[in-house]
């Protein structure tokens, strides 16, 4: 017979953005607790409010299920001497396993001892593995309280644990098990008796807990969809607002504010953040996507004295819109451009000059990256404007105080300022990618500041000997990597990434050779393990990963040539083709130069494969030029008959060493061709 299980940790509020992680852990932990310990059970879930994070097992099994171990001896030919009787080396294995030395099992010729695990009864495993399961969870951050020496996310206030109707007893902190819980903090009587675990849910709810947080949020959902509906609006309900909403209520009522329509005059942006970031409030708009002067916020109680609740929320936000005001009068007092000279007085990094130094470099690289990539002077032109205007915002009143603003106030400014729309398009867009799962830039002048600000960024930050390691990383040089990657993939641009980082090098004014050197390899790892993670995450196999990747050039090329190489190898089509490759690989290692003299074949099978390698070389070129790898590495296919003919018949290492030489030069160059998109020695067949 199968029990539910019960386990509460009731503590004091836990912060909100920390309980998604909380119960993933203890799903996946108590998920691999329960089969360590051979319990059987249908299914886990996790359940959290601010103040509480559950674990319900359903049918779980009384017992644990037996186990049996088999430990093999000595052969039977010295466990048992002529007339069958066990010798000492059967005796002292069988005493080593502590069973008797007739229950020895012969199997294959040797002799097994067998040994059987009773299961215990569940109950009375469960007290010391919920106790465990408790203590070793960990948290981004930890408290201790009183003279504990106990660590947890928030002190613990009460403990349930429940297996059906028995309370599994335990002490942790000095908080003893049971099956008292707390109900809502204003709209319950207080503490309440849990009877049974499968009522837990029920009995929370009666105690003005929702404590599912999945009905949580679409109940907080559809209030606040309802309420926008009836104001003639629709609310702008972000997820990760939403899920953070959620875990700060344990019984959600929605409620609508309002505030002046003079604040409708700032920036969209501007009324938005205070109110989202700083409130956890969800703004309205119309049908044309305008902003109307309302806000939705979630209360954790019932409707009780609505109103009064609502005028406070109002007197906060008009608070902070006044700041706002404030703020964006006495920006627009001066124009954008004016605020670049302040930059002078904000250091960059230590011993790397100021933001300003840094606005100067951002024109420069944005420019040679453009260049480079192929931008026409209009955009190079746009983007050298933006570079200039991009970190001006940065000294501003209202960047300021609402940071997040950054680069959405630049542009807004230059917008009133009558600066060239593109312009202000490309401050706002190169902090893209701004974080996992934001868009890349869309314009080519914001794509050009975006990687010129981002590689600055990173080479500075390496030239300080500043390297993430592990999880360190202050200043979130894998995002703007990742940043790049996704960037140059999207927009396709095939300049190689030591070329940008020699540039930036140049304006940074790193002039040490040794140093440069080390920059680049730091840059060429760390970028490698970006451009790994994205495509094993696009579900290309490792072994094509490690292929196509012997060093990053091109990103964009790396990506490419890694997609078309996957989609050939699924397909099957190129088995006996890798197989050839790998040959020749391997033997033209011994090659020691890469010089064809035609003159020297001498057998009709090496003069095929010469005349092929020649006409596959042309198309193989041509199709890397149109940036079709599928076609070149169908085009490379066309090698496989004569390299297999050209091994059948030809003896590589001739007595001759200008013909062994010959012979082993036209392999190398048949594996720098096919090396061009991938080394198929890798790869797993």
């Known amino acids: 017979m199968a029990k539910d299980l019960l386990l509460e940790i009731g503590t004091e509020e836990v912060p909100a953005h920390f309980m998604p992680g909380i119960l993933a852990q203890l799903k996946e932990k108590a998920d691999a607790k329960f089969k360590e310990m051979r319990l059987e059970f249908e299914d886990i879930t996790t359940l959290g409010t601010p103040r509480r994070t559950a674990l319900l097992v359903k049918n779980l099994a009384e017992k644990q299920t037996g186990a049996s171990s088999e430990y093999k001896g000595p052969s039977v030919a010295i466990a048992f001497d002529a007339d069958g009787n066990p010798t000492k080396a059967a005796m002292g294995f069988a005493r080593g396993k502590k069973i008797d030395v007739k229950d020895l099992v012969v199997k294959d010729g040797y002799v097994y001892a067998v040994s059987k695990e009773e299961g215990k009864d569940t109950a009375q495993l469960l007290p010391e593995l919920l106790k465990n399961l ?15 020496d106990f660590r947890f996310v928030r002190p613990l206030r009460w403990i349930v644990a429940l297996f059906d109707t028995d309370v599994m007893e335990f002490t942790v902190a000095n908080v003893k098990s049971g099956r008292v819980s707390r109900g809502h ?12 675990a499968s009522d837990y849910v029920a009995d929370c709810e009666k105690a003005s807990i929702i404590v599912d947080q999945n009905r949580r949020r679409d109940m907080i959902k559809e209030q606040i969809e309802k309420l926008a509906a009836q104001h003639n609006g629709h609310a702008e309900i972000t997820e990760d607002l939403l899920e953070e909403v959620t875990y700060l209520v344990e019984y959600p009522t929605a409620l609508c504010g309002s505030f002046e329509d003079k604040y409708l005059k700032l920036p969209k942006e501007a009324v938005i953040t205070p109110m989202r970031d700083h409130q956890r409030y969800f703004p309205v708009l119309d049908d044309n996507n305008n902003l109307l002067p309302l806000f939705i916020t979630v209360r954790n109680g019932g409707d009780y004295c609505l109103k009064t609740v609502q ?8 608070a902070r819109l006044a700041d706002a005001q404030f703020f964006f009068d006495e920006d627009r007092k001066h124009k954008l451009e004016d605020y670049v000279e302040k930059l002078k007085t904000v250091v ?38 933006a570079a200039k205007l991009a970190k001006a915002d940065l000294v501003t009143a209202m960047v300021c105080e609402f940071t997040e603003l950054q680069g959405i106030m630049g542009r807004e400014y230059a917008l009133l300022d009558g600066e060239n729309p593109a312009v202000a398009t490309a401050i706002y867009e190169h902090y893209m990618p701004r974080f996992a799962g934001d868009v890349e830039p869309s314009t080519t002048a914001g794509r050009l500041v975006s990687l010129a600000d981002k590689m600055d960024n990173i080479v500075a930050t390496f030239s300080r000997g500043l390297v993430p390691t592990g999880s360190q990383d202050p200043f979130a040089l894998r995002r703007q990597a990742l940043g790049i990657v996704y960037t140059m993939i999207e927009a396709d641009y095939k300049i190689p990434l030591y070329e940008v980082a020699d540039k930036a090098m140049d304006l940074l004014n790193i002039t040490d050779e040794a140093k440069r050197a080390e920059i680049q390899k730091n840059l060429e790892d760390f970028f490698m393990l970006r451009l790994k993670n994205i495509l094993s995450e696009n579900n290309i196999r490792y072994d094509i990963i490690d292929a196509v990747l012997r060093h990053v050039g091109s990103i964009a090329d790396a990506y490419a040539k890694a997609c078309a190489t996957a989609e050939e190898i699924s397909s099957g089509k190129l088995n006996d083709a890798i197989q050839a490759f790998v040959r020749v690989n391997n033997i033209s290692k011994k090659a020691e130069n ?57 003896m590589v290492m001739d007595k001759d060493e200008q013909i062994k030489n010959n012979r082993l030069a036209l392999l190398k160059n048949i594996d720098n061709l096919v090396k061009t998109i991938a080394d198929f020695s890798k790869i797993v067949l």
């Open 134 to 148: 408790i203590e070793n969870l960990t948290f981004p951050k930890n408290m201790r309280w009183g003279d504990l």
């Open 348 to 385: 960059f990094q230590e011993g790397l000059g100021t933001i300003y130094d840094k606005a100067n470099r951002l024109e420069e690289l944005a420019a040679f990256i453009g260049e480079k990539t192929g931008a026409n002077d209009v955009d190079i032109a746009v983007a050298k404007r």
């Open 594 to 650: 890469t010089t064809i003299n035609p003159a020297l074949f001498i057998l009709d099978e090496e003069k095929a494969l010469y005349e092929t390698y020649g006409t596959v070389e042309s198309k193989v070129h041509d199709a890397i030029v149109k940036v079709d790898y599928v076609k070149a590495i169908e085009e490379m296919q066309a090698l496989t008959a004569p390299i297999n003919n050209f091994f059948d018949n030809v």
């Open 311 to 318: 005028h406070g929320n109002e007197r906060v936000l008009r």
């Open 185 to 196: 903090r204003f709209l319950s009587d207080g503490d309440f008796t849990i009877a049974k």
